[in-house]
T-cell receptor, first 116, second 116 residues
C-alpha cells in the first residue's frame, strides 16, 4: 500500500512571492506517477502538474515546478510569483504505473492562502 | 467539451432517507470514477466504470451504496438508508481510455451531502 504525507496543513504567502509545498510518499513500486491537484473553494479539482517517476527531469508548468527526489521519496511543489487565484487546497497524489486512477492515493492537503 | 457535470451541488437529507447523485462525464471519456472526500482529507476511491461495466468497488462502498452507468454515458450513485457518517463531498471524475497516470483525469464540482 502507498501513503502520501503532506505535513503542512496551512500555509500563506504574499502575492508575487514564492512558496513551496511539501509532499512525501512511501511505496515499493518502481514506476509511478505523482501529481499536484488544486481545489479552489467551492470549485472543481484541477491538475496542476504531473511527474513520471522514470523521468529524472523535474516537471514545470509556467509558474509551477516540482522538486522530485526519488530516492528520498519527496515531491515538493514550488509556486513562483504567487497570485490571488492560487488560493486553494493543494493535494499531492500518487498512482502506481501498474494501476489506474482507481489506485490513486491522495494526501490530506495543504490550504494555501495568498495574501494581497 | 463542457467538462464533468454533477447534480445536485448540495443535498441535505435526514438519516434513513435514500439519495441519488448524478454525474455526466466528458462525452468521449469511457472511464468514470466516483470518490468520496471528507473534511480535512483527500479524495478516496469508491468505484469506477469502463463504459457501462463497473470494474471495481472499494471496501468503502458498503452494500447501502450502488452505482450505475447505463449505456456508458451518465452515472448515478445511490445511497440507501443514509447515515450521518455518509456526510461528505462525492466527486465524480472521468478520463479517456486507459485511465493511467499519463491520461488526464477531469473532476466535477462534486455533490456535498449532509445527513442530519
Amino acid at each position: 500500500a502507498q501513503t502520501v504525507t503532506q505535513s503542512q496543513p496551512e500555509m500563506s504567502v504574499q502575492e508575487a512571492e514564492t512558496v513551496t509545498l511539501s509532499c512525501t510518499y512511501d511505496t515499493s513500486e518502481n514506476n509511478y506517477y505523482l501529481f499536484w491537484y488544486k481545489q479552489p473553494p467551492s470549485r472543481q479539482m484541477i491538475l496542476v502538474i504531473r511527474q513520471e517517476a522514470y523521468k529524472q527531469q523535474n516537471a514545470t508548468e509556467n509558474r509551477f515546478s516540482v522538486n522530485f527526489q526519488k530516492a528520498a521519496k519527496s515531491f515538493s511543489l514550488k509556486i513562483s510569483d504567487s497570485q490571488l487565484g492560487d488560493t486553494a487546497m493543494y493535494f499531492c497524489a500518487f498512482i502506481p504505473d501498474s494501476g489506474g486512477y482507481q489506485k490513486v492515493t491522495f494526501g490530506t492537503g495543504t490550504k494555501l492562502q495568498v495574501i494581497p | 467539451d463542457t467538462g464533468v457535470s454533477q447534480n445536485p451541488r448540495h443535498k441535505i437529507t435526514k438519516r434513513g432517507q435514500n439519495v441519488t447523485f448524478r454525474c455526466d462525464p466528458i462525452s468521449e471519456h469511457n472511464r468514470l470514477y466516483w470518490y468520496r472526500q471528507t473534511l480535512g482529507q483527500g479524495p478516496e476511491f469508491l468505484t469506477y466504470f469502463q463504459n457501462e461495466a463497473q470494474l471495481e468497488k472499494s471496501r468503502l462502498l458498503s452494500d447501502r451504496f450502488s452505482a450505475e452507468r447505463p449505456k456508458g454515458s451518465f452515472s448515478t450513485l445511490e445511497i440507501q438508508r443514509t447515515e450521518q457518517g455518509d456526510s461528505a463531498m462525492y466527486l465524480c471524475a472521468s478520463s479517456p481510455s486507459g485511465g493511467k497516470g499519463n491520461s488526464p483525469l477531469h473532476f466535477g464540482n462534486g455533490t456535498r451531502l449532509t445527513v442530519t
